[in-house]
C-alpha cells in the first residue's frame, strides 16, 4: 500500500538551501533527519527532501513510502524480471528504500519508515 511521496532535490550548500526553500515555502523545515537533509511536508502525504551534496542523481528523483519495502522488493523483483533489485540502508538514514533508475534516467523510488510514528504524520 502506498501513502506517501517525496521529491527529492539536491543544493550545494545546507543553510543556503534551506534558507531558500524556506522563503519560497514560507515555513521551516518540517524536520531534520539527518545533518545534511532537510524536509518540508507542503500537504498532508507530500515530502519535499533538501540534501546536500553533489549525488550521482540525474534527473527527476521520486520516492513513494509504503509500509513493507520487502514486499515492495518482492513485487518489483516480479514485476520486472529482475532479481538484482535490493533494499538499501544507511546507519544515518531513518528509512530504508529501493531506488529504480528508468529507461530515461530518472529515479523512481520507495521507501519504509524505520520509525513507525512517521507514517502519522
Not at 61 to 90: M, N, P
Not at 93 to 109: R, Y
Request: hydrophobic share 40%; with cysteine; aromatic share 10%.
Amino acid at each position: 500500500i502506498m501513502f506517501e511521496m517525496t521529491v527529492k532535490v539536491q543544493v550545494g550548500n545546507i543553510e543556503e538551501g534551506v534558507k531558500w526553500y524556506s522563503a519560497v515555502l514560507n515555513k521551516a523545515p518540517d524536520r531534520i533527519p539527518h545533518p545534511g537533509s532537510a524536509e518540508w511536508q507542503p500537504f498532508k502525504g507530500c515530502w519535499l527532501q533538501m540534501a546536500e551534496g553533489k549525488e550521482e542523481i540525474q534527473g527527476l528523483l521520486i520516492r513513494i513510502g509504503v509500509h513493507d519495502i520487502q514486499a515492495e522488493r518482492d513485487r518489483l523483483r516480479s514485476a520486472l524480471q529482475d532479481e538484482s533489485i535490493q533494499v538499501s540502508t544507511k546507519q544515518w538514514v531513518p528509512v530504508k528504500w529501493i531506488d529504480l533508475k528508468d529507461p530515461w534516467g530518472n529515479t523512481i523510488g520507495f521507501y519504509e519508515y524505520l520509525d513507525k510514528e512517521y507514517e502519522k504524520l
